[in-house]
């Protein structure tokens, strides 16, 4: 008896001392592609253990290929990323063998936003196409910025110039109200919208329009001054002439209201006040030269 129980304490010493087996590892394999299926290399791919903080980090090849080994089974979390293009990720679980994962698609990240430096810079060069009669090239700029910007109230009034001094009524009318939609009661929208009636003989939506903004801003001489011409091209000359004069007492340097007084009071027979406008409007420096011409020679044929 004593000599079984030496032989079992024995066996059991021998349990205590057998060496521990060793810990299972597994691994990871997979492509990271673009949108189109093509291998991306050198995209960066980092694999998280999502029990404990362990961490790998590896290439793809040119294959577009990674493999990472000794991992502890279990779940992780890959994710791919190189520039360029969006990141992207998903979860898997590694067995005790090299594991082949998920295909990895990353799709392409948008272009980086324009910043307002630059988005000025391209409002300026299309701008100048504009003025320069370049209006292909100034409609397809302002389009531009646009797509990187929708909501420029001044972009949309200058593709409004663009359409109308090519006579497309229908899109200058369309791009003016897009502007004032963006920035409601603009006068310089609302006058260049007013023109655009004018021209395409939208009479009543003009006379419309040019009441609008005088109501709105009552104090403001342009608004006069465009309602004067509007009444002016329109036959209704008192209208015009109290418009004109209205304009004056806000804004008594303002040149046009003083030539379209000077001629209306010239055709009354008004010589001192008729002469008194034209030569305020010529004091002002003008740049319309047929104007400079018209103001000069009834000041010549009045001071007879």
């Given amino acids: 008896m004593k000599h079984v129980i030496t032989v079992v304490g024995l066996l059991a010493g021998l349990v205590l001392w057998a060496p521990p087996a060793e810990a299972q590892a597994g691994g990871a394999r997979g492509t990271v592609v673009d949108d189109e299926g093509k291998p991306i290399a ?7 253990y999502l029990r404990k903080p362990n961490k790998y980090e590896v290439q793809t090849n040119d294959k577009g290929e990674y493999l990472q080994i000794g991992m502890e089974p279990g779940p992780y979390r890959i994710t791919a990323a190189k520039e360029g293009y969006l990141p992207g990720a998903f979860e898997a679980r590694i067995g005790v063998e090299v594991t082949d994962v998920a295909r990895l698609g990353l799709a392409p990240a948008p272009p980086p936003e324009p ?5 000025g810079e391209m409002f300026t060069e299309a701008a100048n196409l504009a003025q320069t009669g370049r209006l292909d090239e100034a409609e397809a700029a302002f389009k531009e910025i646009l797509e990187l910007e929708p909501g420029l109230a001044e972009v949309h009034g200058n593709l409004g110039y663009v359409y109308a001094q090519r006579e ?3 899109r200058a009318e369309t791009s003016y109200l897009a502007a004032l939609e963006l920035r409601p009661e603009e006068p310089s929208f609302m006058y260049a919208l007013t023109e655009v009636y004018q021209d395409s003989g939208q009479d009543e939506k003009a006379q419309e329009l040019v009441e609008q903004v005088v109501t709105q801003s009552p104090e403001d001489a342009t608004a006069q001054l465009n309602r004067g011409v509007f009444l002016l091209n329109a036959g209704r000359n008192q209208e015009a002439q109290e418009a004109f004069e209205a304009a004056l007492v806000t804004d008594p340097s303002l040149a046009k209201a003083h030539y379209h007084l000077g001629t209306l009071l010239v055709g009354q027979g008004k010589v001192p006040e008729a002469i008194e406008h034209l030569e305020a409007y010529l004091a002002t420096s003008p740049d319309n030269a047929q104007a400079v011409a018209t103001a000069q020679g009834l000041l010549e044929a009045l001071k007879k």
Avoid: F, N, S
């Fill in 42 to 48: 050198g995209a960066t791919v980092r694999i998280e």
């Fill in 168 to 170: 497309d009524w229908a």
């Fill in 115 to 119: 910043t307002q430096a630059e988005l």
